[in-house]
Structure formats: structure tokens, C-alpha cells
């Protein structure tokens, strides 16, 4: 009886102290493990099925089915013991052992419960988070994606950038190169087709001065205009224009590169010597000018020597007096062929141009003492360049290379320099070259209609060298001269 109790007492023992191993299974640090109770994974997936014995699986059954076995137990011992007389100590001290075994190895498999549960919490959570991560990892990878895309871009448009700077960088060097000398003339205000001419009263002393500076006025002219247009095409438009007023002079400057097609040299030739030996040719009637020439000296396609006086009517609203204002401009005109063997790579000849080169310039006389300036006119110095060639293209059509710089300079003095009178003076210089095209065209259509219409120009016998000229006569155009185109 007394062996009872302690058995009884042990085993009360044991129960309260697997009641406070799950009452500590039960605390708050493991609060996963009641959310979880229900996932409880099977006996036999945890240990082995040779380990599981009939006592190990009793003493899983509830608590109250345990306590109904351990009641039958202790009646089934103490029939026994009505039975037997005395108990071996020995068996019931491996019962003893058998319910510690089992204790243990439930407190086991209740601690390899709670590590499973804790692991598999942590691994949900480390799921979720290591999700969180994935996503986070995507957006930070389409973010790099759009900033390379968006880097990628700007760097494209970056050398884009670079290219179109280099290009323009480029083209303003080559620009600087071919108007360099067109910027130094605001401060040298000339240029080197210009030389000082004066001339005396004598005729046969002004001829000879003005046939001698003729050769080298008109290579000058040819050196320099090649020098200009040196690497420009001339199947593109290439044209300079630049005004400016410097000590009570306004100056104006024309630099063009231009294809004239359909044409021969001649013609062009023909339309721009026209201007300086016709009274009233077309280009000045184009432009809105009344022209009236007074020719003193010249020879045959050699040069010309010329007073013209221009009436250029002025806008309504710029009229203080007179509505219009007079010109006057005291002349040489050259004209020289150079033939084809003469030229070399100087001459700025592009791919495509032939034959024989036409130079024509046109230089101020500064001093007359045979026919000087009239104060109350406009002085008008004009310095002028022009070289004509023949150019096949490569369909084979033909027609004329047209190269020319202008340097006009009008010597306002004293009088008001209105805008509109300066815009007027530089309309007129800036629209020759038009003019002189649509000369052209009608030059064109008059040999069309009336082959044998042509136009009347003002020239002068050749005379020997040795002949004194007489004292020279104003003269103008012989009859019908001032026909209008």
C-alpha cells in the first residue's frame, strides 16, 4: 500500500512537471505555436516506425484516456495483489523506468514539435520577406532599366549634339576662312582690287596710264575672286552680304557664287558689259534706276571710261524735299579673256568647269582733273570683280559658273542718313545679281521671238597704240540706245 502511494506520488510528481512543460510550451514566447497546433504533422513522420510502441503511442492518447489506463492499471494491480501475495520489487522499478522513457521521449518529441513550428514560422516569414525582396529587386531593376534607357538617350542626343556642333563648327571655319577678308575690310575699308587712279587733263597720258594698269587690275581681280570662292560648289548657291557705315561713308558688300543655265559665257558677258556701256541698259531699269552715261575714253573688249549718273527715287515716307536722289560714279571698266592654258589650280576652278576664263572689273577713279566730282551728287566708288566660266554638268548640260564680289562705298558726307534713304541705296546693290538674271532670261526670249534684235552697246575704234588720242568729247549712246528691254 505504502509502495502505491510513492508510485502514485511519483507519477503526480511527473504530471506536474509535464504540466509546467506545457504550460511553458504554452507561454507567450511561443504564441506561433497555437496558430500552428493545428498542422501538427504526424507521429510517423518524425520518428521511426520500429521506435513506436504500444506504451509510446498510450501515452500520446489524451489525458483522459491516459487516466482511465492508469486507473484500470492500478485496478489490474490491485487484483493482483488480492491475488499474489507480494510484488517484485524489480518490475516495478522498470515500470518506472518505462514511464520516465516515455516522459522523455514525449518532452523530445513535444521540443522537435516546437523547432519544427519555429522553423517553419520562420521560413513563411523569411518567404514573405525574401518575396518583398524579389519585388523590391524587380522594381530597382526596371528603375535601372529606365535610367539606362533615359542615359542612353541623352547620350544619343549628346552626339548628336557633338555632330551637329562639329558640322557647324566646320562650316563657320570654312565660312570664317572665306569671309575673313570680308571682316577685315570694315577696318581696312578697301579691298586689293582697288588702286589709286588719278588722272590729268591730258588724253593721250590718261590712256596710257589706264592701259597700263589694265593687265594687272584684272589678274589681281582673278587671284582674289578664285582666292574667295576657293571650295565652294557652284551647283549650291553660295552669296555674302554685309553692310556697314564708317566716317560719313556707307559701304556695301556683295559676294555671290551662282550657276547660270542655258547660257554661254558671251551672253552672260554680253548682259553684264551692257550695264556699263548702254545708257539706259536693263539691269538698272530693274532696279528701279534712271541712268544716263557719259563715256570719255575706251577700246573694244578692252576697257571703258565712263561717268554715270543715277536718279534713284526714294520711298514717300522718307521724302524731306526732293523724292529721288542723284548718283555719280566716275568709272574704269576692264575686260580681258584668259584662255584655258593660262590657268592653274589658283584660279579655284571646281570639277566640271572648261574652257577660257572672262574676267570683267569695274574700279572708282579717285582724282579727274579733266572731269571732276559734282558736290551736290552722291559719290558712288564702285570696286567690283567678276569671273565667268563654262561648266558641263553631269547630264551634260551646259552653263555658266558666275563668281563675283562687289565692294560699293556712297559718300554720304554731311547729309542725313536716314534709314530708309540707306536701305534704298542697299536694296539696289544687293538685288544686281537678280537682276542680271532676269536680264538674261529676257535676253533669251528676245533672241527667240526676234533673232535679229540685239542690243545696241557703246564701243570705240581700236586705235595703234602710237595714235594720240584728240581731246575727247562727252558723248553718249549712238541712236536707239536707249531702247528699253
Known amino acids: 500500500m505504502e509502495h502505491r502511494e510513492e508510485l502514485e506520488l511519483d507519477a503526480l510528481a511527473m504530471n506536474a512537471e509535464l504540466s509546467d512543460l506545457l504550460n511553458d510550451f504554452g507561454c507567450t514566447e511561443d504564441t506561433l505555436l497555437i496558430d500552428e497546433v493545428l498542422d501538427l504533422p504526424d507521429l510517423e513522420l518524425l520518428l521511426p516506425s520500429e521506435d513506436l510502441g504500444d506504451e509510446l503511442l498510450d501515452s500520446l492518447l489524451p489525458d483522459a484516456a491516459n487516466e482511465e489506463n492508469r486507473v484500470s492499471a492500478m485496478e489490474c494491480e490491485e487484483g493482483g495483489e488480492g491475488l ?144 574667295q570662292t576657293r571650295g565652294i560648289d557652284p551647283t549650291r548657291e553660295f ?41 539706259r541698259d536693263g539691269v538698272s531699269r530693274l532696279l528701279g534706276c534712271v541712268t544716263n552715261r557719259t563715256y570719255y575714253d575706251g577700246m573694244v573688249d578692252t576697257f571703258l571710261h565712263a561717268r554715270t549718273v543715277e536718279r534713284m527715287d526714294l520711298p514717300e515716307r522718307s521724302c524731306v524735299g526732293r523724292s529721288f536722289l542723284v548718283q555719280e560714279s566716275n568709272a574704269v571698266f576692264y575686260l580681258k579673256k584668259f584662255d584655258a592654258s593660262e590657268l592653274d589650280g589658283s584660279d579655284g576652278g571646281q570639277l566640271g568647269e572648261q574652257g577660257d576664263l572672262t574676267v570683267m572689273m569695274s574700279d572708282f577713279v579717285d582724282v579727274d582733273e579733266l572731269h571732276p566730282y559734282h558736290g551736290s551728287r552722291v559719290r558712288k566708288d564702285i570696286s567690283v570683280g567678276i569671273t565667268l566660266r563654262r561648266h558641263v554638268g553631269p547630264d551634260g548640260a551646259e552653263s555658266v559658273v558666275m563668281r563675283r564680289f562687289s565692294f560699293v562705298k556712297h559718300h554720304l558726307g554731311r547729309r542725313t542718313t536716314r534709314p530708309e534713304v540707306v536701305n534704298t541705296i542697299s536694296t539696289r546693290v544687293l538685288l544686281w545679281g537678280q537682276a542680271v538674271r532676269l536680264c538674261i532670261a529676257e535676253r533669251r526670249r528676245q533672241k527667240r521671238d526676234a533673232p535679229k534684235r540685239i542690243w545696241n552697246t557703246h564701243t570705240f575704234p581700236r586705235r595703234p597704240p602710237s595714235v594720240t588720242p584728240t581731246s575727247p568729247q562727252p558723248r553718249t549712246a549712238c541712236a536707239g540706245a536707249d531702247q528699253l528691254i
Open 84 to 227: 499474489t501475495v507480494s510484488v517484485d520489487g524489480s518490475s516495478s522499478l522498470a515500470v518506472e523506468e518505462q514511464e520516465r522513457e516515455l516522459v522523455a521521449r514525449e518532452v523530445k518529441f513535444l521540443e522537435a514539435q516546437r523547432d519544427f513550428l519555429q522553423f517553419r514560422a520562420e521560413a513563411t516569414a523569411n518567404g514573405l520577406q525574401f518575396e518583398d525582396w524579389e519585388n523590391e529587386g524587380k522594381r530597382e531593376v526596371e528603375k535601372e532599366k529606365k535610367r539606362l534607357e533615359m542615359a542612353t538617350r541623352q547620350q544619343t542626343m549628346l552626339v548628336n549634339a557633338m555632330n551637329l556642333h562639329k558640322k557647324s563648327i566646320g562650316d563657320l571655319h570654312r565660312l570664317m576662312l572665306q569671309a575673313s577678308p570680308l571682316m577685315h575690310y570694315r577696318m581696312t575699308l578697301m579691298t586689293p582690287m582697288e588702286s589709286f587712279i588719278r588722272l590729268g587733263k591730258n588724253p593721250a597720258e590718261r590712256r596710257r596710264k589706264l592701259l597700263e594698269m589694265r593687265d594687272e587690275k584684272l589678274d589681281t581681280v582673278r587671284r582674289f575672286v578664285a582666292a
Open 239 to 279: 552669296f555674302y552680304v554685309d553692310t556697314f557705315e564708317r566716317f560719313g561713308k556707307f559701304y556695301t558688300v556683295d559676294f555671290s557664287v551662282s550657276l547660270v543655265n542655258s547660257v554661254t559665257v558671251d551672253e552672260v558677258a554680253e548682259v553684264i558689259q551692257d550695264q556699263f556701256v548702254v545708257p
